[in-house]
T-cell receptor
Framework: DAGITQSPRHKVTETGTPVTLRCHQT?????MYWYRQDPGHGLRLIHY???????DKGEVSDGYSVSRSKTEDFLLTLESATSSQTSVYFC??????????????FGPGTRLTVL | LAKTTQPISMDSYEGQEVNITCSHN???????ITWYQQFPSQGPRFIIQ???TKVTNEVASLFIPADRKSSTLSLPRVSLSDTAVYYC?????????????FGGGTRLMVKP
C-alpha cells in the first residue's frame, strides 16, 4: 500500500473552533487532494495541490483552507468549524506516469464530528 | 475532467458476472478511464485503468468501445466481498491544475 497517513483519525470538536487535519505521504507524489464524504454520498473535492505552495479550490472549498509547505505534507484547516462540516475526510495522492494515467491512492480517512 | 454517468445502484448474486457501464460522452483524446472501488469506512482503491479496447487484470476487465464514449467494468463471479461502491473517473493527469473529481458512483450489492 502507498505510504499515506492521516492524523488525527478521529476528532470531536465544538462549533466555532479551528481544526487542522494532516495528510502525510512518503511516496514523493506531486499531487495531493482533500475530499469529504458524507453518509450515502460520493466523494467531494475540497482542495487540491499540484506542488509545494501550489494549491487550488475544489467543488466544496468554502470554510476550508489548505497549505503545502513540503512535498510530503498537506494540511486542511477548518477556520471555524460548523456542524455542517461533520464528515469523513479523505486525503489522496497521485502522480503522473508520463502517459496521462491517473494512479491515485487514498488515506484511511479522518472522522470529524463538530458538536 | 470529463463528466461521467453511472447507474446509482445494482444488485447481483454470488457467482454471477456483473457489468457496470459508465458514460463519458465528452472524453478528450488524452483522457484515460479509471475505476475505483470503495468499501464502507475506507478510502477508494484503484481497480483498473484503460485507454481503449480491453484491459484485464486479476480483479476485473475493462471494455472500451472504439468511440470511447462509454466503458464497462466487468467483475467475474462476484462474491459477497465485492459489495462496494464503484466509481468511474475520466481524465488526463498531465493537465495543469488536474483534479480527481468523483461522481456519485454505483452501489453494488451482492446477495447470497
Amino acid at each position: 500500500d502507498a505510504g499515506i497517513t492521516q492524523s488525527p483519525r478521529h476528532k470531536v470538536t465544538e462549533t466555532g473552533t479551528p481544526v487542522t487535519l494532516r495528510c502525510h505521504q512518503t511516496e514523493n507524489h506531486r499531487y495531493m487532494y482533500w475530499y469529504r464524504q458524507d453518509p450515502g454520498h460520493g466523494l467531494r473535492l475540497i482542495h487540491y495541490s499540484y506542488g509545494v505552495k501550489d494549491t487550488d479550490k475544489g467543488e466544496v472549498s468554502d470554510g476550508y483552507s489548505v497549505s503545502r509547505s513540503k512535498t510530503e505534507d498537506f494540511l486542511l484547516t477548518l477556520e471555524s468549524a460548523t456542524s455542517s462540516q461533520t464528515s469523513v475526510y479523505f486525503c489522496a495522492i497521485s502522480e503522473s506516469t508520463g502517459t496521462g494515467q491517473l494512479d491515485a491512492f487514498f488515506g484511511p480517512g479522518t472522522r470529524l464530528t463538530v458538536l | 475532467l470529463a463528466k461521467t454517468t453511472q447507474p446509482i445502484s445494482m444488485d447481483s448474486y454470488e457467482g454471477q458476472e456483473v457489468n457496470i457501464t459508465c458514460s463519458h460522452n465528452n472524453i478528450a483524446t488524452n483522457d484515460y478511464i479509471t475505476w475505483y472501488q470503495q468499501f464502507p469506512s475506507q478510502g477508494p482503491r484503484f481497480i483498473i485503468q484503460g485507454y481503449k479496447t480491453k484491459v484485464t487484470n486479476e480483479v476485473a476487465s475493462l471494455f472500451i468501445p472504439a468511440d470511447r464514449k462509454s466503458s464497462t467494468l466487468s467483475l467475474p463471479r462476484v462474491s459477497l466481498s465485492d459489495t462496494a461502491v464503484y466509481y468511474c473517473l475520466v481524465g488526463d493527469i498531465r493537465n495543469a491544475g488536474n483534479m480527481l473529481t468523483f461522481g456519485g458512483g454505483t452501489r453494488l450489492m451482492v446477495k447470497p
